[in-house]
């Protein structure tokens, strides 16, 4: 598919990303915790398939909510210190998910000290506020984003469906932190 560049999207790169640089003690905390969706019947996959580790393309692999405005939330069952967040929603095909936007709060309902570590909705059709991050292509290596050290028990990830299909995928989200202390 070819996809129109403009200057809200990031031009692709041929290079690997620059290796993530964590803080001593960080270690990827999501893995095998509880998600949570907007989507109460997803058309393929479970919410489970977001934590369990397994970053490799194919249907098997990924969970698909329906269109319109979705999100997938990880409870880290605890308030830590996130250093990064990993998404990979599906890059078995050349795409640019829209209105991805990545949150931290200190409560389920997202209610409480809401904070926004990624935003590439630039319209804000979503609805959040205008993002300032660019559209990316979705590749192998997931999508890193900074965590900028906000402490939060909850991360949750909204998107609009991509420039593939309407639907909302994800293939893995890992979220990278230490411990609140």
Request: hydrophobic share 30%; proline share 6%; aromatic share 8%.
């Amino acid at each position: 598919t070819d996809i129109p560049l403009n200057e809200h999207i990031e031009k692709p790169s041929d290079k690997p990303r620059a290796p993530f640089l964590a803080p001593k003690g960080s270690q990827v905390i999501s893995h095998k915790k509880k998600v949570t969706l907007s989507d109460k019947s997803p058309i393929n996959g479970s919410a489970e398939l977001v934590t369990d580790g397994n970053k490799e393309a194919g249907d098997a692999n990924v969970l698909e909510m329906h269109r319109k405005l979705q999100w997938v939330q990880i409870d880290l069952e605890a308030p830590n210190r996130i250093d990064a967040v990993v998404v990979w929603h599906a890059h078995d095909t050349p795409q640019i998910c829209k209105d991805v936007i990545v949150q931290v709060a200190e409560d389920p309902d997202f209610t409480k000290n809401v904070r926004t570590l990624y935003n590439n909705d630039y319209d804000n059709t979503a609805g959040l506020g205008v993002g300032k991050d660019k559209e990316y292509f979705e590749n192998y290596e997931g999508r890193l984003i900074d965590g900028k050290g906000e402490v939060a028990q909850y991360v949750r990830l909204y998107s609009q469906g991509s420039t593939y299909t309407a639907l909302n995928r994800y293939t893995e989200v890992e979220v990278f932190g230490r411990p609140a202390k």
